[in-house]
């Protein structure tokens, strides 16, 4: 790799014009990442040089005058973007709920006048919808799902049909970039997207800190009688400055185990690859599970204690171990150790899967001396900031092991629509169901609820079986109050009141 390097050095120094600074490139590129394992990652099988630059700067013209020379990038030429005609409301539409449709939104009704398709140039948009003509006209009732036609727009709905904004191109020879001669960089930058407003200088957007809810319930097939796991999450993170749902809390630890996780996605991802690691060396019981899943953590605490005392001291741990108290004396050394005691994982799991057929569902959070400690689960677990409100959910469904697999399925699935009440729970709903392996030598069976039939079908049973607001007011009949009752003060040193 290094000769070959070398080689193309040489050729581009043979090459190179004495007025050129850089070179752009073409760069064929594809997509190696996994959503399952949330693993990212590209390869480049081709580089194509097309011009000489004088400067180093990324200037889309000039990039787009040179994407024309070569056949397979000439599509990100000049003039040529990706462009999608859309239908959009003219004016406010309001609800009876409060809730309303904005003017400028996309409309998602007239899909069949208008079909998702894109163009090259703007031209060629416009003149798709100059052919297509004006969308017809619809306006609401009051209620949402009808409509009739309306022509004077006051408190109805009229759709038009306008040219969105650009968006980047996603060809495969998507990376029109320079490359600076003779040195090759780590990585390629991506062409810039359109600039959005930015924060101010003086403002400091932490990371992302919270992830908020996470379920774990086992339940049993009926036929045959087996038992199996549900786990529910949802997409959220977020922190006192943001949140998006954008975070896919469940990662394979192993063929027997996966691991649900809420708190820092860091710390999380970090101890889930610890877990996959010692997974890999040691074989599991299921009579000293829980046992051998608590070796992790501890692992981890070691590695948070190894890190405090390098960045803040400079010293290995075991250094600081064996001579602290010589060096910096037994008040600072005791200090130092306490706060390592202090110091909090900011990660909350649940562990599931099967050993030997038999299920293992297994909880790590704080418990009532402040201290994660991982313990075995006999009905269900919940963790993450929706922890409040879905757990008492289970409880009042009286939810046990035992529990038919469809039952699970919606006691699982209202609870995770209870917790939704709590601003920091996302909408996103994610359920799996874990199997024993069906033959020795096979992985666990995995099952998910498609958000199509299945969601729609727990939906379904929500409206039905969920909680409902009362829709008339309550009289309280005559005889259910006891009267005539009042609070009088003794006059004692206790100063008691009574009735």
């Not at 006048?113 to 060629?124: I, S």
């Not at 930015?198 to 992302?208: C, D, I, S, T």
């Not at 992830?211 to 038992?227: E, N, R, S, W």
């Not at 074989?283 to 953590?297: C, D, G, I, M, V």
């Amino acid at each position: 790799m290094a000769e070959q390097d070398t080689d193309q050095k040489a050729t581009l120094a043979h090459l190179r014009p004495a007025w050129a600074k850089a070179l752009i490139v073409a760069e064929l590129e594809h997509d190696e990442s996994d959503s399952m394992t949330d693993y990212f990652a590209t390869s480049t099988s081709r580089i194509v040089a097309l011009a000489w630059s004088r400067h180093t700067r990324d200037l889309f013209p000039e990039l787009r005058g040179a994407a024309v020379r070569f056949p397979e990038t000439a599509h990100l030429g000049p003039g040529k973007d990706r462009y999608r005609a859309q239908v959009v409301f003219t004016n406010d539409i309001p609800h009876s709920n409060g809730s309303a449709y904005r003017k400028g939104n996309p409309s998602h009704w007239p899909g069949d006048t208008h079909p998702e398709q894109t163009f090259e140039t703007q031209a060629e948009a416009e003149a798709y919808i100059a052919q297509k003509g004006e969308p017809y006209p619809l306006g609401f009732d009051g209620t949402e799902g009808s409509g009739s036609v309306s022509a004077d727009g006051s408190g109805d709905r009229r759709d038009s049909c306008r040219l969105p904004e650009r968006r980047r191109p996603r060809w495969p020879w998507e990376q029109l970039t320079k490359r600076d001669i003779g040195e090759r960089p780590r990585q390629t930058p991506k062409p810039p997207s359109k600039p959005s407003r930015l924060p101010p200088a003086h403002r400091k957007v932490w990371g992302a800190i919270d992830m908020t809810l996470c379920i774990g319930a086992l339940a049993q097939t009926p036929v045959p009688v087996a038992p199996c796991i549900v786990l529910c999450f949802d997409s959220k993170v977020s922190n006192e400055v943001f949140s998006s749902e954008s975070e896919y809390k469940l990662h394979v630890l192993s063929d027997q185990l996966v691991a649900l996780y809420a708190g820092s996605p860091g710390r999380a991802k970090e101890l889930a690859l610890i877990y996959e690691d010692y997974l890999s060396r040691t074989p599991l019981s299921f009579a000293n599970a829980t046992a051998q899943l608590r070796e992790p953590l501890q692992i981890f605490k070691r590695c948070l204690a190894v890190s405090y005392i390098g960045r803040t001291l400079g010293l290995p741990y075991q250094e600081f171990i064996a001579h602290g108290k010589d060096w910096f004396g037994a008040s600072e050394f005791n200090r130092r150790i306490a706060a390592i005691e202090r110091h909090d994982c900011r990660v909350d799991l649940i562990i599931a899967g099967f050993i030997g057929g038999n299920a293992v569902l297994c909880q790590a959070a704080l418990d009532q001396n402040g201290e994660r400690e991982l313990e075995s689960c006999a009905n269900f677990c919940v963790i993450g900031t929706g922890f409040y409100t879905a757990e008492p959910a289970l409880h009042a469904r009286e939810h046990t092991a035992t529990t038919r697999l469809s039952r699970a399925l919606y006691n699982v699935y209202e609870a995770k629509r209870l917790s939704e009440t709590s601003p920091a729970v996302g909408y996103k709903t994610r359920i799996l169901i874990l199997k024993p392996p069906e033959r020795d030598g096979q992985g666990v069976q995995v099952e998910v609820v498609t958000p199509k039939i299945g969601e729609g079908w727990l939906q379904k049973l929500f409206r039905r079986y969920g909680p409902k607001q009362i829709q008339r007011e309550i009289d309280i009949p005559d005889g259910a109050l006891e009267t005539g009752r009042s609070l009088t003060k003794r006059s004692t040193s206790s100063s008691t009141a009574h009735t």
